[in-house]
């Protein structure tokens, strides 16, 4: 017989957690319960760690092999034959039917502008709004959870040298690579910068700068590219603007998570600092960062 | 009609064949053979262009191409193999241990590889479409015509089989092995 004792039992609890948790499909109070039972138990850490790791692991072995170039060419040629029978109809016939298709899509995309201003004017959108924010918020608290405190990437110190000359898909490359001593001098002597990397977590790609700093502080800037997000569509209201740029805010757990946005980029400050903290530095960093992913975008 | 049937092959091109890579990858480890995986995935797109008309614009046609290919591949191994399904209960002792071994370090993509082929088709489908293809639960479920709980707990237990072939126990026991050159070819 197995003898268990009360903390390995509790502990099996939350493991069976651990694989929805690290593919995001746990609701948010579990997700809360998961992470505040991480703080308090290495073991559980360093399991969750190595669960992270293996399906890493397993994407990118799968993903090392690359479909063989005939292949693409069979496909294409197969589409090709089929695609030759329809091409015999009569130009009048297609004019008439382009008409009708033009029409058919203004008509569609009419509709669809309806239901947004009919949306707009039900009751609870506040409510709703600040859900959304929260969930936009989560995009960049789901990135530092996984790559900086459970891969232990805040541990790993990597020189700007190393991060400058790195190449591969998970080289900063020039795009973003400026940013990391911008954001050191933004930060100051309080904050050390760990290192700066893209990643991928919960089915986006991240640009990732880690930073330690007083008191067990660690701190990410995280930048993934919008997928339909967007704070300011979501009609939920900024904690504070810096240099004109809207700055929103929320805590989970001992997480604070600060987030603004460009035209294509969302971009986040998640750390253990608290509120103020976080808010402050995000103020500093937000109109910097702002105009680098800016000059990105033209 | 003979426009509109024109516009959509130019369609599905845009939208569909992006998503060859992901396909073949899949293909190649649902099969273990990568003649055949080549041949599943140009049925894929043939059979997704017939139904292309079908397919509604704004919906996620990466998730309807995977669908495709599964049951693909389904109807492949229903032609050449006599398929023995893992019955969700059943709980190999592997399984019922608590204790969870580290992960090695510097585990090769061959090893990580030659893992995941061991493991039971039924469990490597799901790690495959949720680890790789970074699909959802419900997703997952829908492609595969099971209840999201099922998902839930094949991927739990094909991760856990897998977790203990690449443990540094394993490994060091020969377990997880690098499979032979050439293996897959003889499917």
Redesign the interface.
């Known amino acids: 017989m ?1 003898v ?1 004792s009360f903390n ?1 039992r509790s502990c ?1 609890r939350y ?1 069976r957690y651990f ?2 948790y690290l ?1 995001n ?1 746990l609701l948010v109070e579990t997700n809360q319960d998961v992470l505040q039972h991480l703080n308090s138990c290495p073991n559980c850490t ?2 969750l760690g ?2 992270a ?3 890493e ?12 170039a005939d ?2 060419a ?3 040629g ?2 090709g034959t ?2 030759a029978a ?5 130009t009048t ?3 008439m ?2 008409a009708l ?1 033009l029409l058919v899509i203004g008509g569609v995309s009419a509709l669809r502008w309806g239901a947004i201003i009919r949306f707009a004017g039900k009751d609870g959108v506040l409510q709703a709004a600040s859900a959304r924010v929260q969930e936009i918020l989560r995009v960049g608290l789901i990135d530092h959870v996984h790559c900086a405190i459970l891969s232990q990437r805040w541990k790993q110190l990597v020189t700007f040298e190393e991060m400058k000359s790195a190449s591969g898909p998970q080289a900063l490359g020039p795009e973003f690579v400026d940013l990391v001593p911008a954001m050191q001098a933004k930060l100051g002597s309080e904050f050390k910068v760990v290192q700066g990397h893209r990643c991928a977590a ?2 986006r790609q991240y640009v990732h700068l880690i930073f330690t700093g007083n008191k067990g502080a660690i701190l990410s800037l995280v930048i993934t590219e919008k997928n339909g997000e967007s704070f300011s569509k979501a009609d939920a209201v900024a904690v504070m603007n810096a240099s004109g740029i809207p700055i929103y805010e929320d805590r989970q757990g001992v997480l604070e998570i600060a987030g603004f946005e460009s035209d294509r980029y969302l971009a986040y400050i998640v750390s253990n600092l608290d509120r103020d903290a976080s808010l402050g530095i995000a103020s500093q960093v937000a109109p910097m960062v702002h105009d680098h992913l800016h000059r990105l975008e033209l | 009609m003979f426009f509109r049937k024109k516009v959509q092959t130019d369609e599905f091109e845009a939208a569909a064949l992006p998503h060859l890579n992901d396909l073949y990858r899949t293909a190649v480890h649902l099969v273990r053979n990568r003649t055949e995986a080549h041949d599943i995935v140009q049925d894929v797109y043939l059979q997704a262009w017939k139904v292309f008309h079908r397919f509604e614009p704004g919906t996620n046609c990466r998730a309807w191409l995977f669908k495709i290919l599964i049951n693909e591949v389904h109807h492949y191994r229903r032609r050449w193999f006599n398929t023995k399904v893992v019955p969700d209960l059943e709980q190999p002792l592997e399984e019922t241990l608590t204790f969870e071994p580290p992960i090695a370090e510097n585990i090769q993509d061959e090893t990580v590889l030659a893992a995941l082929d061991e493991i039971p088709r039924e469990f490597r489908e799901v790690v495959l479409l949720s680890d790789v293809q970074e699909f959802t639960y419900k997703e997952i479920a829908e492609m595969l015509s099971i209840p999201v709980g099922t998902v839930m707990s094949r991927l739990s237990r094909g991760r856990k089989q897998l977790r203990m072939k690449l443990s540094g126990y394993a490994t060091a026991a020969g377990i997880g092995r690098k499979p032979q050159e050439g293996a897959y070819e003889r499917g």
């Open positions: 197995n268990v390995e099996e493991r694989d929805a593919d499909e360093r399991i190595d669960r790791r293996l399906k692991l397993v994407r990118n072995a799968v993903k090392s092999e690359s479909a063989p292949l693409v069979a496909v294409r197969n589409l089929r695609r329809f091409f015999g109809g009569n016939q297609w004019m039917a382009a298709l919960n089915h």
